[in-house]
């Protein structure tokens, strides 16, 4: 169980073989993701539930202004890693920016 802050999160990373298994239970946090198959974001609201595949890149933060609260499951959990990444959208936009 997570509890996220306005403003905070878990910063962009991905797992080489681990899924991770998220359920909404109270507030909202975004996942921003990319992988093989595209990227983008989900809004994890109460009761949604969201899969991320090994090898996908992502993030979650709580863009909101109350504390957000999901259950997180990693699967299998033997084999368990967490790899820092940057998210390459993030990247870019951070380049057109300093331009």
């Keep these: 169980m997570f509890q996220v802050k306005p403003g905070s999160g878990v910063p962009a990373h991905l797992h080489s073989r681990v899924f991770d298994l998220f359920v909404g239970i109270e507030g909202e946090i975004t996942i921003f993701y990319e992988g093989q198959h ?57 380049a057109k920016a300093h331009r």
């Design 38 to 94: 595209g990227s983008g974001s989900f809004l994890l609201a109460p009761g949604a539930f969201c899969a991320m595949p090994p090898g996908v890149r992502h993030e979650v933060r709580n863009t909101g202004s109350t504390d957000a609260v999901f259950y997180l499951v990693h699967a299998p959990q033997q084999g368990y890693d967490f790899i820092p990444v940057e998210l390459k959208s993030q990247a870019t936009d951070t």
